[in-house]
């Protein structure tokens, strides 16, 4: 929720009185979850980039290129806060919010991997209830997209018990041209795929935010449906090729509100005149319901949707396309000069601000250090077979190394130039108690290990990927956790020239009180030398 | 040349590497089928492969069976008795058309398993992945059933260990496990290409 001084950074920026569906719009963009207020300034230190960096953190994805044209995109991404709400759903929507992420650039997702963190199953029957969930909605989604499940790992730990969390990666490949996330010229909005409801409505805000107990919060959770997202990947990469597209975004969180400004912020180049705006109408968005308001609207995070900027010959050729794929699209808008954000529902302006406004100013939130050092290690161990089954880790048929194997190796689809296969190899993992005594040595141990494994079975090493999962950022403590664990990713990185092309900050993951231990999961793809 | 056709639905995963093993084939032609698609060609062999063809809605391959391009190769199966083999999700579409009798309930243990099985009939054994949610086959007859394949080690509780049926003709075959995954260096072995051949060669 917006603060008390918020509202009057608001107010002074607007000079007027926010209405309630600008309120509502501030509220889901200055939320820690689509503002990075809290991380943003310690981001900012990262080591990024070396010579296989194609572009790294700010996209939806990082992109690295591994030789000629081929690009491969990878990114992490934590759906922690709905998958204790609601694990199936909330599990299963986090790996198509990742999957869009990917195939929005362009690229076709080749593999997926996860990192879990569970409650001690043993000790309690509501761990035991999220855990078969989240496994559930992770294989149901991901092998109904048929994108292949090559690598999954649990932990267990008390600490996870009322905060699970659930961090899936995608990786994609592509030789074509890579579609951004910022309009560089003017076009037209095509909204494609589902229609919205009012699931997930306040999900960017809930996720923003500790649990309390006996507070349902189900509605704030996604549905999704992958036989959709399988249709959107390959319409989507039959749009990309031809070259129409001037921008994508896929509606995740804060749904139509951040996709639409998030093409806009930072739009603008050398055509335009002067800054990018954006004009919607939304009596053209699809619905699901009747009734639904302008901010309903705007903040439904309903699953499976996207948003492309168009040029204006490109319109005909994208709505046979999607046609073909039996998908709904509509033009609901289109980009002005004006660098307003616009919004008008039955013949109202209902939102009208500088999009310029949006920016949220950067957050130093105050750091101790940690002293409490007991003993956390969890003693459950079971054999994982009969969940690792479940994952289709072939299809495709692409996979070298799968699920079983420490390492992924995964052959990239199409043969180069010379006819020759490459082949990829993907390792992710994470160290939370090492963390948990020693924040910075536990990520730079984390990084080195992931790098020794890639270079056992064989590959270089090239970029890395992360989720950073943390408790309650306004406790000192936990800030410290956080800035020593970038302190020790950027010290490692810059050492091993090991680069972190993409992230996400997960922040909140409090219950009561209670913390988990500090979880920087990491990803990294390497290159075979074969 | 043997023509073969591959018909893609929205939702099938496997048409890819499934054009892939036939292409790697030497003296096929290959040919993928939309699922709008009308005057199709009459191919020697219709493939239909793996994948969750409509989502799985309603119940699984029973959408499939009204798409215009099936209601074409369905004709030339039935009339001109060319082939037919249908892989995983195939195996339910041909079980839905009624070209294969029984029914694939879901799993016994309510599990999405992939795993590398092994499978026989009367002359060799064949190690195949397989990759399903919904391949527990049941006939109330199994005696009566022209079985092409069975589990050593039944994975889905299938009825007397059926992993692939013939139709009485011959020409329809149904298969659970993967040939399609069971031919490149790096997979769990090259059978995928003899239980084509088993069935080319009929």
């Known amino acids: 929720m917006l603060t008390k001084d918020e509202l009057i950074e608001i107010e002074t920026r607007l000079n007027r009185k926010p209405n309630h569906t600008e309120k509502s719009v501030f509220d889901a963009m200055w939320s820690e979850h689509c503002s990075y207020k809290t991380s943003k300034s310690h981001l900012k230190r990262l080591y990024t980039n070396n010579r296989y960096v194609y572009s790294g953190p700010g996209e939806n994805a990082g992109v690295i290129s591994i030789g000629g044209t081929d690009r491969v995109a990878f990114k992490m991404e934590s759906h922690n806060h709905p998958s204790y709400i609601e694990p199936f759903q909330g599990a299963a929507t986090g790996v198509g919010g990742i999957l869009r992420d990917i195939f929005t650039m362009g690229f076709r997702p080749i593999a997926l991997t996860n990192n879990l963190f569970f409650g001690d199953p043993a000790f309690s029957d509501d761990s035991k209830r999220v855990m078969n969930g989240v496994i559930k909605g992770l294989t149901h989604y991901g092998n109904c997209v048929g994108v292949p499940t090559v690598s999954s790992k649990i932990q267990f730990n008390k600490r996870y018990e009322k905060n699970p969390l659930v961090n899936a990666m995608a990786v994609g490949h592509t030789r074509e041209r890579i579609i951004g996330s910022v309009a560089k010229d003017l076009g037209r909005l095509l909204y494609v795929g589902a229609k919205t409801g009012r699931d997930g409505i306040g999900g960017a805000v809930m996720a923003s935010d500790s649990f309390t107990d006996g507070v349902d919060l189900r509605p704030t959770v996604q549905v999704g449906d992958p036989y959709l997202e399988k249709l959107l990947i390959e319409a989507c990469l039959e749009l990309a090729e031809t070259g129409h597209v001037i921008a994508a975004q896929d509606m995740g969180a804060a749904g139509l509100t951040s996709s639409a400004t998030e093409i806009g912020i930072k739009g603008g180049s050398a055509t335009f005149k002067g800054k990018c705006g954006i004009e919607l109408n939304l009596d053209k968005v699809p619905l699901r319901e009747t009734g639904m308001e302008a901010w309903e609207i705007l903040l439904s995070e309903s699953q499976e949707r996207m948003l492309f900027v168009l040029h204006d010959w490109g319109i005909e050729e994208a709505k046979a396309i999607f046609d073909k794929w039996d998908l709904d699209c509509v033009e609901i808008g289109h980009l002005t000069e004006d660098g307003n954000f616009t919004v008008y529902k039955d013949g109202n302006v209902c939102c009208n601000f500088p999009l310029s406004a949006l920016e949220y100013p950067e957050l130093e939130r105050p750091w101790t250090p940690r002293f409490e050092k007991e003993e956390v290690q969890s003693e459950y161990r079971f054999s994982t077979e009969n969940i690792l089954s479940q994952y289709d880790s072939e299809v495709q048929g692409n996979t070298i190394k799968g699920i079983r194997d420490d390492v992924a190796i995964v052959r990239i689809p199409r043969k180069d130039a010379r006819g020759k296969d490459k082949h990829i190899a993907i390792y992710t993992d994470s160290f939370p108690y090492h963390s948990f005594v020693n924040p910075k040595n536990g990520a730079e141990f984390c990084i080195s290990s992931i790098y020794d494994k890639l270079v056992y079975v064989g590959a270089k090493p090239i970029a890395l990927t992360n989720c950073l999962n943390f408790g309650n950022p306004e406790n000192p403590e936990i800030m410290f956790e956080f800035k020593e664990t970038i302190d020790g990713m950027t010290r490692i990185c810059e050492k091993l020239n090991f680069p972190i092309v993409s992230g996400n900050v997960s922040f909140y993951n409090e219950t009561s009180g209670q913390n988990i231990l500090p979880t920087p999961v990491f990803g990294a793809i390497g290159l075979m030398k074969y | ?202």
């Open chain 2, 1 to 202: 040349m043997y023509t073969v056709g591959v018909i893609i639905f929205p939702g099938s995963n496997c048409h890819a590497e499934t054009v892939n093993f036939l292409n790697t084939y030497t003296g096929l032609r290959v040919n993928r089928i939309w699922h709008k698609d009308t005057n199709i060609k009459m191919h020697d062999m219709y493939i239909f492969p793996g994948g969750f063809s409509y989502g799985d809605y309603m119940r699984a391959g029973k959408l499939a069976t009204f798409s215009p391009a099936v209601a074409e190769i369905e004709m030339h199966i039935r009339l001109y008795e060319k082939k037919a083999l249908g892989i995983c999700n195939g195996f339910q579409i041909l079980c839905e058309l009624d070209l294969l009798p029984g029914t694939l309930r879901q799993n016994e243990n309510l599990q999405f398993i992939c795993k590398p099985v092994t499978i026989y009939n009367e002359n060799e054994d064949y190690k195949v992945p397989i990759a399903h949610g919904i391949g527990n086959y049941y006939h109330p007859h199994p005696e009566l059933v022209n079985v092409a394949y069975r589990y050593y080690d039944n994975p889905n509780g299938s009825t007397n260990d059926i992993a692939g049926v013939y139709n009485h003709r011959g020409n329809v075959l149904g298969l659970m496990p993967h040939p399609e995954r069971a031919f490149e260096h790096y997979h769990v072995s090259r059978h995928g290409y003899k239980i084509l051949e088993n069935f080319a060669t009929k």
